[in-house]
């Protein structure tokens, strides 16, 4: 199935894409429901469907993690911030994740505004895996029954925001929370067998700047699986029904690695106008075209106090 999310007299509505025909669930039944193969669904009369939008995020967001798991846009990346690109152990021990913010979700066809206080704007090329069903600390062997399907993620950063941040040791956070794309469609996991190698999808994926292509990957290149990334996410604690989980960014999938290996800010960050589109092998194309965003608020700066170190005992 490939489940989707449009307006449909004015209203958003939940469904599938048969061809050029977008079947909307029936009214009062729950969109989740739609990961659940054994659940009997009812449907409204079809209506057409346009790929290119505007469409919504596929399902209800609940919550979004996005890993890092291509260690050629790690050691790009790196190398644009510190000036080598040398991959730290730790990042080989585990995979790595934050959390991102699931009230800026935005479907392709939809404008991104510029974050405010920005002018080093950047997209993340990736493809994300939803929750089919609820599971807790699952081996990865387990985690493979949790998965409900695949879609594409676009990580939009402000890299200037995330990098003044992330010294304090926390983070990333506004640069990352303005929005993140999730489309076209979600493609449920058996529309996707043939493409299974091993334990991972062997996907082309590419981006685009009006038009014209920057870069990509295929998605085999994960340094770990869905499964395993699931089975992590889920230690100790619950993974949900409609929890994403982006896989990272692709090598050649976003402009930081490029001026890390350049170490000129080639190409440009992106600017209002720009429209950037991503297209991954089996599941669609998402575009999303850049505008000027809200004014800035300033808040000020901390308010200093004295403090001294606590007695030890």
Request: with cysteine.
């Amino acid at each position: 199935m490939r489940i989707a999310s449009m307006d449909v007299a004015g209203v958003r509505r939940f469904g599938r894409v048969d061809g050029e025909s977008f079947v909307p669930l029936a009214v009062g039944q729950d969109p989740l429901s739609l990961l659940d193969a054994t659940v009997a669904l009812q449907w409204d009369a079809p209506v057409p469907f346009s790929a290119t939008g505007p469409l919504h995020p596929p399902l209800p967001v609940t919550s979004l993690r996005d890993f890092i798991t291509f260690e050629q846009h790690t050691a790009g990346s790196l190398r644009a911030v510190t000036g080598k690109d040398e991959v730290p152990e730790a990042w080989f021990e585990a995979p790595a994740f934050y959390f991102t913010n699931p009230h800026a979700a935005i479907g392709s066809g939809q404008d991104v505004p510029m974050p405010p206080g920005s002018e080093v704007f950047d997209f993340e090329l990736e493809v994300a895996v939803v929750i089919g069903r609820d599971g807790y600390n699952l081996s990865v062997e387990e985690a493979w029954e949790h998965i409900g399907g695949y879609t594409i993620f676009n990580d939009w950063s402000a890299r200037d925001l995330q990098q003044r941040e992330m010294r304090v040791g926390l983070g990333p956070a506004k640069g990352k929370d303005t929005a993140t794309t999730i489309g076209p469609v979600i493609v449920t996991p058996d529309e996707l067998a043939a493409s299974r190698d091993g334990d991972r999808l062997s996907l082309d994926m590419e981006v685009s700047i009006n038009g014209h292509r920057i870069g990509g990957d295929s998605l085999a290149n994960m340094a770990w699986s869905f499964a395993e990334l699931i089975s992590y996410a889920s230690r100790g604690t619950w993974v949900c029904r409609g929890d994403i989980l982006g896989s990272g960014t692709s090598g050649g999938g976003c402009l930081a690695e490029f001026w890390g290996w350049s170490g000129a800010q080639v190409p440009t960050p992106l600017t209002v106008g720009d429209e950037v589109s991503m297209t991954v092998e089996g599941i669609g194309t998402v575009s999303n075209r850049i505008v000027a965003g809200p004014s800035m608020h300033e808040v000020p700066a901390a308010r200093r106090v004295k403090w001294s170190q606590p007695p030890l005992s």
